[in-house]
Structures are given as C-alpha cells and as structure tokens.
C-alpha cells in the first residue's frame, strides 16, 4: 500500500548547519507531496509542497525537490536557526481513491545556538 | 480570516464515558479528516468525509464516530469502546478538485483519561 519513510530523529544541530531529512514514499501513481512542520503544543502548518516529477518546493529558506526516479522529497536549508527546532513530517496526497494525507513517522529537529 | 477551529484544547475523559471533540471550518472546503497523533509517531487517518451527509472509515476508526451535517462541522466522538483514547487529535480539511491543494489543520485537541 501507499506509505511514506523518513528518516528517525532527533537530529541535533548546531546553528548555521547544513540540514537534510531524508523522505522517500512508495505510491501505486503519482502523489503530490509536502512537507509539514508542527511547533510544540500546536496543529500542522504547511512548509512547502510539490506537485509533479522535477518541481521543487521552497519556503522560508527550506527546499525539497520532487524526485520520480527515486521516490523521494528530501527536505533541505542550508542554514538552520534555533527557531527551526521542530518536529518535520512529510507526507503525500492521491487525488484518487480516499484522497486524505498519509504521513511519514516525523523527524524531531532541535538546533542548539 | 478562515480556518479550522477545535475545541476544546484540552479535554479529559472518565472511564465509560463519551466525548465530543469539535471541528469547524469556515474556508468553505468540501472534505474533512480527523487523525490521531501519538507521541514520537506520525498521524494515523481516524475518519474522513469527503462531502456532507457522507463519511467513511480511515485506518484506526474502531471505537470512534462521526457526522457530517454540515459543510462546515465534522465532530468527532470518541466512544468507551475506544481503549486507549489519549492522543492529539487534529481536524484537517481541503478543497476538493483542485490537484496539489494542501490540507488546512486546526491547532488541535489533547485528550487525557482521568
């Protein structure tokens, strides 16, 4: 069935790093695909999606590009502050069938100044 | 500006009791989905409604109701059949028939057995 990976935190990280969270789905068609992060206490907001094969979505400095051939969207920022401290889940939507998210496990990210 | 409303932030649940979390939305969306979040786990599809007067089972929908009696409201019961009720649960909503649309959460409900 339809499913998405990514990879197990807690990443830690030291400000101003290089952040990647790997995610990788397996889909009987074409999804589209995102990226959600959740602060403490709080619901799901959105970072950043992409549509097709090839798209790359970005926000707020953070990148992930639409990968067909490998199944992939990893989620990407060149420089992390302390306030990106959150947990990051990737998920993905088909437009048939039950046409409702399914989530990746979340990856908790904490950025140390 | 719209978006999805839940209430309570926190509710606490005695044993065989039922409650009621809510769930509006005022962004006009045509499809609503309930999830259940458990700690350091992703969010599970609890039930899901895709147009008014219609709803159908997600994948942990055992000891859980809905209605849908409005475009705008899709409440959520969860029953005493539900063993292990504590989570965070969230309300979602979209748009339907327009690819790539994301889903609108509201900031969610804790719920804890007391």
């Known amino acids: 069935g339809d499913s998405v990976t990514q990879m197990e935190g807690p990443v830690t990280l030291s400000e101003e790093a290089f952040l990647t969270i790997n995610c990788t789905y397996t889909a009987t068609g074409y999804p589209s695909l995102f990226w959600y992060v959740q602060y403490p206490g709080e619901g799901l907001q959105l970072l950043l999606k992409a549509t097709k094969a090839d798209d790359k979505g970005s926000n707020k400095g953070f990148e992930a590009t639409y990968r067909k051939e490998t199944t992939s969207f990893h989620l990407e920022k060149g420089s992390v502050q302390v306030s990106d401290s959150a947990v990051y889940f990737c998920?993905?939507?088909?437009?048939?069938?039950?046409?409702?998210?399914?989530f990746g496990s979340g990856t908790r990210l904490q950025v140390q100044p | 500006d719209g978006g999805i409303t839940q209430s309570p932030k926190y509710l606490f649940r005695k044993e065989g009791q039922n409650v009621t979390l809510s769930c509006e939305q005022n962004?006009?969306?045509?499809?609503m989905y309930w999830y259940r979040q458990d700690p350091g786990q992703g969010l599970r599809l609890i039930y899901y409604?895709?147009?008014?007067?219609?709803?159908q089972k997600g994948d942990i929908a055992e000891g859980y109701s809905v209605s849908r009696e409005k475009k705008e409201s899709f409440p959520l019961t969860v029953t005493s059949a539900q063993k292990n009720p504590t989570a965070f649960y969230l309300c979602?909503?979209?748009?339907?028939?327009?690819?790539?649309?994301?889903?609108?959460f509201g900031d969610g409900t804790r719920l804890s057995i007391l």
């Open positions: 979602a909503s979209i748009k339907s028939g327009q690819v790539g649309q994301p889903q609108h």
């Open positions: 409604s895709q147009i008014v007067n219609d709803f």
């Open positions: 962004l006009n969306h045509d499809a």
């Open positions: 998920a993905m939507f088909m437009d048939t069938g039950r046409r409702a998210l399914t």
